[in-house]
């Protein structure tokens, strides 16, 4: 790998360095002296993010001269910006001094896009305060479901040695408005909170707190006991109270501005506080209690499911919409878009809506546990708009997901929007060249969620790669098509979950452990039978569909209204039954299984008639990813069909390719994946 990158770097310094991905979408040219010399950026305020906003500019900006000015006043911007300005003179105007640094890159970011500056007359404000990028990395540097190479955090250096890439993150993540952090994983180490690593953590929250970065950590539920030796963690004892106290003093003496803490409790065998008999708001509220003095939050995850009878779909609202009201204000639910996990389609958790009296927050998954991968192209932000767009039909009509969790409809101290970062080491920070534009939608969605993902895709293209239409037009398609492909070639219909066991890359559908926990198991999700296939949700089935308000409740419920993308995740549904098309059930699944793949079969030739606007090493690097996606894309399509005809007993229509793989073969693969938890 090294010998291999040196030997390109001698006879190709220039293309390397500056295209293979390391840049992101900030590939900015430094303007030469003479154009630099004839303009001005002036400064009126002394903060170290105006002049970070200062020198970006003066670095970068090839324009007219801009004014940077700081208006206390005008807090109705929040982190947010005024830009105006002509032809001679622009004036970029915040409330606070981040909001200058996210006005710059504004700038940049038309500059680079090849935008009109000449007219501007931009009001940028935050739709959400907090916008949170979560780490699911360990204290070894492996990531858990992380696909770009080991954790960017070097434990065992820090807080001696800073790699540069430190300073190269945050200021990515600023161009992009996201302004939080956590730095570890869900499932936690209790070491993070020691003294040994909080001063490791305090060297991080130093370099990010340059780009208005806050820093915040996943904490172990039992950390008292475990590093302390408390005979328990029991959140109603005063000594765990008062222990869980001092360690966030201790916290805040070196990282005056950190953020707070997201838990994972009584979660996939996390500790918590039901260990103690104790509901989440005690777990919850104890930490609260602990923070607030120094204005910090808990993000506490409603992921929470266990092997019972009851459907898991339903359990996270079961379990939390009891405690509405219970949360102290500093606390924030923190809910997965959909209500199993993260998989290629869900309809929305019906929770959100569902606690008038608790601030919620969504949280997406970028890295691509269950979409391929870093292997597989997959543009994210129509999976995210998917989301925040559906309508909840909490008190009335037009109540988003977006709406409910930004504040606009019930008021919480903070909003906020998270989602699990897909960055690691790798030279091109996300494994997929393409993986990168998922990082750049969640940052752009969660400044700005009425955004469309064209809109996002159009951006991301032009500053990642060229402006030439002729490549962003095919490219943006490619990308607005990438994710229902995916979803096509793995689980159209409302299908899930029918992954293989741990690692979720393969396709499972017919997987069994035995003694193996039933709900991580496929055939708890596709129920495959003689009759049809499905999971009924309906009234005469699990009843998940009466945790969502009407009209919803009613749509879902009857086969002939719930949408056709949904159906099998609401309904058990016979292999005859006719679809809108006039097609059986059968028929239709075959076509979807047959859409997916020819469409990667289109993103290859749409990628192989670019070559001459890319350069070499991305071309190729991406080149490479589709061939690997389009055979995926086949494996998965002949294994679920091959599986589910044993169901069915149906031909696969005639029109179709036919399946190039048998399915007794398809059952022996084994990959090794190791899932580090
Ligand atoms: C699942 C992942 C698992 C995570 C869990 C979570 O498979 O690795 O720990 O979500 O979000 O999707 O806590």
Same mark, same amino acid.
């Given at each position: 790998?090294?010998?291999?990158?040196?030997?390109?770097?001698?006879?190709?310094?220039?293309?390397? &360095?500056?295209?293979?991905?390391?840049?992101? =979408?900030?590939?900015?040219?430094?303007?030469?002296?003479?154009?630099?010399?004839?303009?001005?950026?002036?400064?009126?305020?002394?903060?170290?993010?105006?002049?970070?906003?200062?020198?970006?500019?003066?670095?970068?900006?090839?324009?007219?001269?801009?004014?940077?000015?700081?208006?206390?006043?005008?807090?109705?911007?929040?982190?947010?910006?005024?830009?105006?300005?002509?032809?001679?003179?622009?004036?970029?105007?915040?409330?606070?001094?981040?909001?200058?640094?996210?006005?710059?890159?504004?700038?940049?970011?038309?500059?680079?896009?090849?935008?009109?500056?000449?007219?501007?007359?931009?009001?940028?404000?935050?739709?959400?305060?907090?916008?949170?990028?979560?780490?699911?990395?360990?204290?070894?540097?492996?990531?858990?479901?992380?696909?770009?190479?080991?954790?960017?955090?070097?434990?065992?250096?820090?807080?001696?040695?800073?790699?540069?890439?430190?300073?190269?993150?945050?200021?990515?993540?600023?161009?992009?408005?996201?302004?939080?952090?956590?730095?570890?994983?869900?499932?936690?180490?209790?070491?993070?909170?020691?003294?040994?690593?909080?001063?490791?953590?305090?060297?991080?929250?130093?370099?990010?707190?340059?780009?208005?970065?806050?820093?915040?950590?996943?904490?172990?539920?039992?950390?008292?006991?475990?590093?302390?030796?408390?005979?328990?963690?029991?959140?109603?004892?005063?000594?765990?109270?008062?222990? =869980?106290?001092?360690?966030?003093?201790?916290?805040?003496?070196?990282?005056?501005?950190?953020?707070?803490?997201?838990?994972?409790?009584?979660?996939?065998?996390?500790?918590?506080?039901?260990?103690?008999?104790?509901?989440?708001?005690?777990?919850?509220?104890?930490?609260?209690?602990?923070?607030?003095?120094?204005?910090?939050?808990?993000?506490?995850?409603?992921?929470?499911?266990?092997?019972?009878?009851?459907?898991?779909?339903?359990?996270?609202?079961?379990?939390?919409?009891?405690?509405?009201?219970?949360?102290?204000?500093?606390?924030?639910?923190?809910?997965?878009?959909?209500?199993?996990?993260?998989?290629?389609?869900?309809?929305?958790?019906?929770?959100?809506?569902?606690?008038?009296?608790?601030?919620?927050?969504?949280?997406?998954?970028?890295?691509?546990?269950?979409?391929?991968? /870093?292997?597989?192209?997959?543009?994210?932000?129509?999976?995210?708009?998917?989301?925040?767009?559906?309508?909840?039909? +909490?008190?009335?009509?037009?109540?988003?997901?977006?709406?409910?969790?930004?504040?606009?409809?019930?008021?919480?101290?903070?909003?906020?929007?998270?989602?699990?970062?897909?960055?690691?080491?790798?030279?091109?920070?996300?494994?997929?060249?393409?993986?990168?534009?998922?990082?750049?939608?969640?940052?752009?969605?969660?400044?700005?969620?009425?955004? /469309?993902?064209?809109?996002?895709?159009?951006?991301?293209?032009?500053?990642?790669?060229?402006?030439?239409?002729?490549?962003?037009?095919?490219?943006?398609?490619?990308?607005?098509? /990438?994710?229902?492909?995916?979803?096509?070639?793995?689980?159209?219909?409302?299908?899930?979950?029918?992954?293989?066991?741990?690692?979720? &890359?393969?396709?499972?559908?017919?997987?069994?452990?035995?003694?193996?926990?039933?709900?991580?198991?496929?055939?708890?999700?596709?129920?495959?039978?003689?009759?049809?296939?499905?999971?009924?949700?309906?009234?005469?089935? +699990?009843?998940?569909?009466?945790?969502?308000?009407?009209?919803?409740?009613?749509?879902?419920?009857?086969?002939?209204?719930?949408?056709?993308?949904?159906?099998?995740?609401?309904?058990?549904?016979?292999?005859?039954?006719?679809?809108?098309?006039?097609?059986?059930?059968?028929?239709?699944?075959?076509?979807?299984?047959?859409?997916?793949?020819?469409?990667?079969?289109?993103?290859?030739?749409?990628?192989?008639?670019?070559?001459?606007?890319?350069?070499?090493?991305?071309?190729?690097?991406?080149?490479?990813?589709?061939?690997?996606?389009?055979?995926?894309?086949?494996?998965?399509?002949?294994?679920?069909?091959?599986?589910?005809?044993?169901?069915?007993?149906?031909?696969?229509?005639?029109?179709?390719?036919?399946?190039?793989?048998?399915?007794?073969?398809?059952?022996?693969?084994?990959?090794?994946?190791?899932?580090?938890?």
């Amino acid at each position: 790998m090294t010998r291999h990158f040196l030997y390109v770097i001698f006879l190709f310094p220039f293309l390397v &360095y500056a295209e293979d991905g390391s840049q992101l =979408w900030l590939r900015y040219t430094p303007v030469d002296e003479s154009v630099a010399n004839k303009r001005t950026i002036k400064l009126r305020a002394t903060h170290d993010l105006v002049q970070l906003a200062q020198q970006e500019l003066q670095t970068y900006w090839a324009g007219q001269s801009v004014v940077l000015r700081l208006d206390k006043k005008l807090k109705r911007l929040k982190e947010g910006y005024v830009l105006k300005g002509d032809a001679s003179n622009i004036e970029l105007v915040a409330a606070e001094p981040v909001g200058l640094l996210y006005g710059a890159y504004h700038l940049l970011r038309l500059q680079e896009a090849g935008e009109d500056t000449n007219h501007l007359q931009v009001e940028e404000i935050p739709d959400y305060d907090i916008r949170i990028l979560n780490h699911w990395d360990n204290l070894d540097r492996t990531v858990e479901r992380g696909y770009a190479g080991y954790s960017l955090w070097r434990w065992d250096e820090l807080p001696h040695t800073l790699s540069p890439r430190y300073e190269q993150y945050a200021r990515a993540n600023a161009s992009i408005g996201i302004n939080a952090t956590v730095l570890n994983n869900v499932n936690a180490s209790p070491q993070i909170l020691t003294s040994d690593y909080l001063v490791k953590v305090k060297a991080l929250a130093d370099i990010f707190r340059k780009y208005g970065i806050r820093v915040y950590l996943s904490a172990n539920f039992s950390s008292p006991k475990v590093l302390d030796g408390l005979s328990d963690s029991d959140p109603l004892r005063e000594e765990v109270q008062d222990w =869980w106290k001092k360690k966030v003093k201790e916290i805040y003496q070196h990282i005056p501005d950190f953020g707070g803490f997201l838990v994972k409790a009584n979660s996939e065998g996390q500790p918590g506080p039901q260990d103690y008999g104790r509901t989440h708001a005690d777990g919850a509220n104890m930490l609260a209690d602990a923070l607030k003095p120094y204005g910090g939050l808990v993000m506490w995850r409603a992921f929470v499911y266990n092997p019972t009878e009851e459907d898991r779909a339903k359990q996270a609202y079961q379990e939390f919409v009891p405690l509405d009201g219970k949360f102290r204000e500093n606390v924030i639910i923190q809910i997965k878009n959909g209500p199993v996990d993260f998989q290629p389609r869900e309809p929305f958790t019906p929770l959100f809506g569902a606690m008038k009296n608790t601030a919620q927050m969504i949280e997406f998954q970028i890295t691509q546990e269950y979409l391929g991968f /870093s292997n597989h192209l997959a543009y994210l932000a129509p999976l995210f708009k998917e989301t925040l767009d559906a309508d909840t039909y +909490s008190d009335g009509k037009g109540n988003t997901v977006a709406r409910i969790t930004d504040g606009s409809i019930w008021q919480h101290k903070k909003t906020a929007i998270s989602a699990v970062a897909n960055i690691g080491e790798d030279a091109n920070w996300t494994g997929h060249h393409f993986a990168q534009a998922n990082w750049y939608a969640f940052g752009r969605l969660a400044w700005n969620h009425q955004l /469309s993902s064209e809109e996002i895709a159009r951006e991301w293209i032009r500053t990642t790669f060229t402006r030439d239409a002729d490549f962003v037009k095919p490219v943006q398609q490619m990308m607005m098509d /990438s994710r229902e492909a995916v979803v096509d070639y793995m689980m159209p219909l409302g299908l899930h979950h029918i992954f293989a066991f741990d690692h979720h &890359y393969g396709p499972e559908p017919w997987g069994d452990r035995k003694g193996g926990r039933p709900d991580w198991m496929p055939w708890y999700y596709h129920n495959a039978d003689t009759v049809g296939l499905g999971f009924d949700r309906t009234t005469n089935g +699990s009843n998940a569909v009466s945790q969502y308000n009407e009209p919803l409740r009613t749509t879902f419920n009857m086969i002939g209204t719930c949408p056709e993308n949904l159906l099998l995740w609401f309904h058990h549904v016979s292999w005859t039954h006719r679809m809108r098309s006039g097609r059986t059930l059968w028929d239709e699944l075959c076509v979807h299984y047959d859409r997916g793949v020819q469409e990667v079969r289109e993103f290859q030739k749409t990628w192989d008639k670019l070559e001459s606007y890319v350069d070499q090493q991305r071309f190729n690097e991406i080149q490479s990813k589709l061939k690997i996606q389009t055979k995926d894309a086949v494996w998965w399509k002949d294994a679920c069909l091959l599986y589910f005809q044993t169901f069915s007993q149906m031909p696969i229509p005639y029109e179709l390719d036919r399946p190039i793989h048998d399915l007794e073969e398809l059952k022996k693969i084994k990959l090794d994946m190791k899932h580090h938890n």
